[in-house]
């Protein structure tokens, strides 16, 4: 597996994505725990560019809070615990990710545009989302 940036560490492991995937490595022995797809679910169509001619598919860098791994990707915000490595909780989103999970004073908070209006004369906004993790999942 070839390691990409789009890491976090959390109690002994290294928590990544790559290719539709997170990986939970043991940092010690470097070997994989477990792997889980991220999106393998009936609505996991990449959104389409500005142009509309290309699908992008991102997954942002993960995030890990209280054994929960959090990651966006541009159909969702998907929770999966790192014990279990069920996926507790996905919430749909319409937008394009544009940054990574960043949890701070334990709330959740990610990016994200859309892009509206004929191709080359678009117009672009911007939402932040935030969810307060201290409550519950999201």
């Known amino acids: 597996m070839r390691l990409t940036e789009k890491m976090a560490f959390s109690e002994g492991s290294l928590v990544l994505t790559q290719n539709g995937k997170m990986f939970m490595l043991d940092i010690k022995t470097g070997k994989c725990q477990w792997a889980v797809d991220i999106d393998d679910d009936a609505d996991s169509a990449s959104k389409p560019t500005p142009s509309g001619?290309?699908?992008?598919?991102d997954y942002s860098q993960?995030?890990?809070?209280?054994?929960?791994?959090?990651?966006?990707?541009?159909?969702?915000?998907?929770?999966?615990?790192?014990?279990?490595?069920?996926?507790?909780?996905?919430?749909?989103?319409?937008?394009?990710?544009?940054?990574?999970?960043?949890?701070?004073?334990?709330v959740l908070h990610f990016g994200t545009f859309e892009f509206h209006g004929p191709p080359f004369q678009l117009a672009r906004t911007s939402i932040i989302y935030a969810f307060d993790l201290k409550k519950s999942d999201p």
């Open 53 to 57: 001619l290309l699908p992008i598919i």
């Open 62 to 106: 993960p995030s890990v809070y209280k054994g929960k791994a959090y990651i966006t990707s541009n159909n969702g915000l998907h929770i999966i615990d790192t014990k279990t490595r069920q996926k507790s909780w996905k919430y749909p989103l319409k937008n394009v990710v544009t940054a990574k999970c960043l949890i701070t004073g334990g």
